[in-house]
T-cell receptor
Framework: DTGVSQDPRHKITKRGQNVTFRCDPI?????LYWYRQTLGQGPEFLTYFQNEAQLEKSRLLSDRFSAERPKGSFSTLEIQRTEQGDSAMYLCASSSGERTQQFFGPGTRLTVL | AQSVTQLDSQVPVFEEAPVELRCNYSSSVSVYLFWYVQYPNQGLQLLLKYLSGSTLVKGINGFEAEFNKSQTSFHLRKPSVHISDTAEYFC???????????FGKGTSLLVTP
């Protein structure tokens, strides 16, 4: 069990650029979650997948955000036309289903200049 | 919708003293409750969870929490803290285990000699 991994760990980009983050869940975990954490706040839910199906999306997930989990394994989160307000830590978590805990990755810290 | 309020943003405490971190939740349905810890520059780690059954829940590192339905609270306690307990602590609620977590804003625990 290698844990949840996220890549990259840090990303600095200029406003208006597109960025993509990757999350590799714990193997055989069928649920995968994305959260966003800004400084001094708790994580906020963005979206989650069960296998390859995206089952729930938060109001926070604007049209500029898109998430995929094409084969039910790794997931990508893309932000188009980044804004300074997108600067945050993006966290990924996975679980093996109901009544089990979510395991969190180390996060990807995004800075939009 | 479920929400969580962490009543203290910062809690300073001396080493070997007891500590209580307060968490209140609001929900119109039955909920599942969690406490996570985030050490500096590390990912979120589950301390304990309440899904059902006994209202007193024991977690890792000597922490425990008590679910109080009438007071809609889930306070975290430890009888004697260590310097190494210095971290950010997050209370979270979910309408069901395996679904999205709604986090509080966090409580920063600072343990000093």
């Amino acid at each position: 069990d290698t844990g949840v991994s996220q890549d990259p760990r840090h990303k600095i980009t200029k406003r208006g650029q597109n960025v993509t983050f990757r999350c590799d869940p714990i193997s055989e975990h069928n649920r995968l979650y994305w959260y966003r954490q800004t400084l001094g706040q708790g994580p906020e839910f963005l979206t989650y997948f069960q296998n390859e199906a995206q089952l729930e999306k938060s109001r926070l997930l604007s049209d500029r955000f898109s998430a995929e989990r094409p084969k039910g394994s790794f997931s990508t989160l893309e932000i188009q036309r980044t804004e300074q307000g997108d600067s945050a830590m993006y966290l990924c978590a996975s679980s093996s289903g109901e009544r089990t805990q979510q395991f969190f990755g180390p996060g990807t810290r995004l800075t939009v200049l | 919708a479920q929400s969580v309020t962490q009543l203290d943003s910062q809690v300073p405490v001396f080493e070997e003293a007891p500590v209580e971190l307060r968490c209140n939740y609001s929900s119109s349905v039955s909920v599942y409750l969690f406490w996570y810890v985030q050490y500096p520059n590390q990912g979120l780690q589950l301390l304990l969870k309440y899904l059902s059954g006994s209202t007193l829940v024991k977690g890792i590192n000597g922490f425990e929490a008590e679910f109080n339905k009438s007071q809609t609270s889930f306070h975290l306690r430890k009888p004697s803290v260590h310097i190494s307990d210095t971290a950010e602590y997050f209370c979270a609620v979910s309408r069901s285990s395996g679904y999205a977590l709604n986090f509080g804003k966090g409580t920063s625990l600072l343990v000093t000699p």
